[in-house]
């Protein structure tokens, strides 16, 4: 009897002392609740590029789609150099010559996509109007300091 009424608490105690185990598990990173925030930021954005005349949005979205067209070529390309080269750094002999000459046209790729980008938000930069101009750049800025730590908080 004494056996049956301490495996009863037994049981009952671990249905009610640990009802959020599986809540704890699923705790996001740091990281991924800072993107919510960043979000917020893109939706003002996007709220106020409504605003524009239809001539400006047109003209806004034939210049992303002209981005975008000759940005995807250069990613497939840098995604198909990667696996080259985790292929080749996996192989029994790796050839080094190789490996580097993979490196040197995976940097070419980065550094054509880094120009694409920075021509591409000076143009969208240029069809802004004066206030919504303010607001890009302060959004460029800010995306700027993502991800680096700007002063030394300790170790966690």
Known sequence: MKTKLSL???VLSGIFLLP??????KKECRQCKMKGSRQGG?????????????EKREKLME????FKRRLFPLKAE????????????TSDKPNRAAINGLI?????????????????RLAVRKELPEKMRAFFDMRLLK?????????KRGRR
């Open 8 to 10: 009863i608490a037994l």
């Open 20 to 25: 959020d185990y599986p809540l704890q598990a």
């Open 42 to 54: 893109m939706k003002g954005f996007k709220f106020r590029w409504k605003k524009l005349p239809a």
């Open 63 to 66: 210049l992303r789609l002209s």
């Open 78 to 89: 840098k995604r198909k150099l990667k696996v080259d080269l985790a292929v080749l750094m």
């Open 104 to 120: 040197d046209k995976i940097v070419s790729v980065k550094r054509e996509i880094m120009r694409l980008k920075a021509e591409h």
């Open 143 to 151: 995306k700027s300091f993502h991800g680096k730590k700007r002063w």
